[in-house]
């Protein structure tokens, strides 16, 4: 084996060799190992080269493992974001779909699945939509979005009516998992508290919609798997085609959970920017296409308009869990992932306060529009009104640069 590499890291891949040999019924040697990830990164990515004279066997494989060490994270936690990765991986890999790398193994004891190597090089959506506004440059981000709400379409679509195998996947892996696309009635608490704090919002009406909401998470319809962080730098981009990666986040939920993440600006990520609303109106009409196919809830408009709003109620309620209170006296900046070179992408400038703004605006928008949940639309008004009363100098999210 390779003596360059540490005793932990050795047994991992003589795991994975195993793994691979049983896999596909006869002996394979890995030859080298690269390693692709950054030092400080919470997973190690390892490029796997193995020698095999067979042409059915890819030459090359992923590793990809979480980190032993917690960082921040409850032990339960880590395991839960291990398991939810590897799950999500493996169930589209068992229905027969292409929508992410296909799976090839796992290991718990020493937490690392083997995946696909999708090849190089690795892009994402973030350099479309970071690069200079030339009109070039913008079809591509088009394009590029296109392929991304297809693909995400696409995905819900085939594992509609499939959840319970990916439960089961799950539960093998790691009974005690962490579920997470759920509304819990802390939430609930936790959101009237923050709008009595800051609008002394808390009335009856309120809260039922917010049972409501609570309610329509949990119903079934359009349930699908959720990848749950459907971020610009978790798909992995190369020409006509897209698959999606990093599914730690990923549960069973309602399809639009991940279907409106383009309309709330992507509320879960670093690479979190405004996208104009007629190209988020084409793509969302690209993405209900490919629920159509499957899913015959999403050709009624009512039905699917309301779940829509619903969703963003969904993150509204994240958003001001998550950051009011955090950034009320000062405001912090999101750290950001890497950029290509010719990215115009300012990390200096990617504050929390914009996105809180932009989200109340663009959930209220879709409320009115559609008039669903006016109790919490009424609220969110008065907490942005607030808000833009506390924070003078803050305005809404500018466009992704190549919008601009």
């Keep these: 084996m390779i003596t360059a590499l540490t005793p932990p890291i050795r047994e991992v891949i003589e795991k994975a060799e195993k793994m691979l040999s049983f896999h596909f019924q006869t002996p394979l040697n890995i030859e080298n190992v690269v390693q692709l990830s950054e030092p400080d990164r919470r997973n190690l990515i390892l490029r796997l080269m193995v020698n095999s004279a067979n042409e059915m066997i890819p030459q090359r494989f992923i590793v990809k493992k979480t980190t032993l060490e917690l960082r921040g994270e409850t032990e339960q936690e880590q395991m839960s974001r291990f398991a939810r990765d590897w799950a999500g991986i493996e169930f589209l890999t068992s229905i027969g779909t292409h929508h992410a790398p296909r799976f090839y193994g796992g290991d718990r004891e020493s937490q690392f699945i083997i995946i696909e190597d999708l090849g190089e090089p690795h892009y ?14 913008v079809q591509e981000a088009i394009n590029a979005l296109a392929i991304y709400s297809r693909r995400l379409g696409q995905m819900h679509a085939d594992t509609f009516g499939k959840t319970n195998e990916f439960t089961q996947i799950l539960h093998r892996i790691y009974p005690h998992t962490l579920r997470l696309q759920s509304l ?115 050709n009624n408009e009512a039905i699917y308009n309301k779940a829509c ?49 932009s989200r109340l605006a663009a959930f209220i928008d879709i409320a009115e529009k559609h008039q669903h949940l006016p109790a919490l639309t009424q609220a969110s008004s008065k907490l942005l009104k607030h808000l833009q009363q506390q924070w003078p100098t803050t305005h809404f999210m500018d466009y992704y640069p190549v919008f601009t």
């Excluded at 959506?125 to 506004?133: D, E, Q, S």
């Excluded at 750290?335 to 703004?357: H, T």
């Design 124 to 137: 994402s959506l973030v350099g479309p939509l970071t690069r200079l506004p030339t009109p070039a440059n």
């Design 184 to 298: 819990k009635e802390t939430n609930i608490a936790e959101v009237m508290a923050c709008f009595k704090r800051h609008t002394g919002d808390d009335s009856f009406e309120l809260r039922q919609e917010l049972e409501a909401i609570q309610q329509v998470m949990s119903c079934g319809d359009f349930e699908v798997l959720l990848h749950g962080d459907i971020c610009p730098d978790n798909v992995y981009f190369q020409q006509s085609d897209m698959q999606i990666i990093d599914f730690e986040y990923g549960d069973v939920g309602p399809a639009l959970i991940d279907g409106v993440y383009l309309r709330m600006s992507m509320p879960s990520c670093w690479c979190a920017k405004v996208t104009p609303s007629h190209i988020v109106t084409q793509m969302e009409t690209i993405y209900q296409n490919e629920l159509k196919t499957k899913i015959l809830l999403a």
């Design 309 to 357: 709003v619903y969703a963003c109620a969904l993150w509204i309620i994240r958003v001001i869990n998550w950051h009011v209170d955090e950034v009320m006296e000062q405001d912090s900046i999101c750290p950001s992932g890497p950029v290509d070179q010719d990215s115009l992408w300012k990390p200096e400038s990617n504050a929390f306060r914009p996105r809180i703004l």
